[in-house]
């Protein structure tokens, strides 16, 4: 059976670009072509998820499809989120569900069942702490897939929490990273990362360069660069010494590129995103 990390980094050494696209879409947000054509407000949310998939396909090895987009319209927003899902995985690209996904015993081991058979990889909640993290470990193993926990989020609002010093010297972020390295351990694969990885922020690199010593067998997914403000240093410090072990992601910036321009053409627009993104990502590692 494969291994998710073995996998990822194949593909991003395949086609030179550790960059992952978000898919968010937001029916304000889309082309206004893509808007008039659609029967409903589902469907021109699946019609642009499936050109964004096509647009970005030949350039980055993965995706991540937000689910919440999907799961506001119920149980067929959820049967769009699993077709966008098989069609990115059909055009050779791995999945990652951003579902955040948390809780213990039997309920994590149902969410795990549920949020990963869709998708190769998925964000769960580190909140839990151990009996919520090896649930969704064990399935991930079982079935060659990954995994990503929240340990440091680029939203402001998460240093209320995440920067709050232990009675140890260390942070909330730190701690909860010790762990992942710690429930890691077990699932490291050839490459010499684990199937577990981290959610670590673009928008602190002090802290990322921190984390990064605390668990270099965790692929970081790196969200933050591009519109929520992370720049080139807070890129580079997510990265080990040898440019591996890192997935940056973009979504507004990308899959919103059109904006401004020629609506008509917005697939070529995000295609371009696509590209510039794995330069600029390509140039802050060279």
Same mark, same amino acid.
């Given at each position: 059976m494969s291994h998710f990390a073995d996998q990822l980094l194949e593909s991003v050494a395949a086609k030179a670009a550790p960059v992952c696209v978000g898919l968010d879409p937001v029916l304000a947000k889309l082309p206004d072509p893509v808007r008039r054509a659609a029967d409903s407000d589902l469907d021109a949310i699946a019609t642009f998820s499936l050109g964004v998939v096509e647009a970005v396909a030949p350039h980055v090895p993965c995706v991540k499809i937000?689910? #919440?987009?999907?799961e506001r319209f119920g149980e067929v927003g959820v049967a769009v989120y699993h077709r966008v899902a098989a069609m990115a995985r059909e055009a050779g690209l791995l999945v990652i569900g951003d579902a955040k996904r948390g809780d213990i015993g039997v309920t994590a081991e149902h969410y795990a069942v549920a949020g990963l058979d869709p998708v190769d990889a998925l964000t769960i909640n580190s909140y839990f702490g151990r009996d919520g993290i090896e649930p969704f470990c064990k399935h991930a193993d079982a079935t060659g897939k990954g995994l990503f926990a929240l340990v440091r989020t680029s939203n402001p609002g998460g240093d209320a929490i995440q920067s709050l010093q232990l009675a140890? $010297? +260390?942070?909330?972020a730190q701690a909860v990273g010790a762990l992942? #390295?710690?429930l890691g351990e077990p699932y490291v694969g050839d490459s010499g990362y684990s199937l577990l990885g981290a959610v670590v922020g673009a928008t602190k690199p002090g802290d990322a360069a921190a984390l +990064?010593? *605390?668990m270099p067998k965790q692929i970081f997914l790196v969200p933050g660069f591009g519109a929520q403000g992370g720049g080139a240093d807070d890129v580079r410090a997510c990265f080990n010494t040898d440019g591996r072990g890192a997935i940056i992601t973009a979504s507004r910036s990308v899959i919103y590129a059109f904006a401004g321009g020629d609506a008509a053409q917005w697939q070529s627009s995000v295609q371009q995103a696509a590209v510039d993104l794995c330069q600029q990502v $390509? #140039? *802050?590692l060279a």
């Open positions: 937000q689910s #919440a987009c999907y140890d $010297g +260390r942070t909330v992942m #390295a710690e +990064r010593k *605390i $390509g #140039a *802050i």
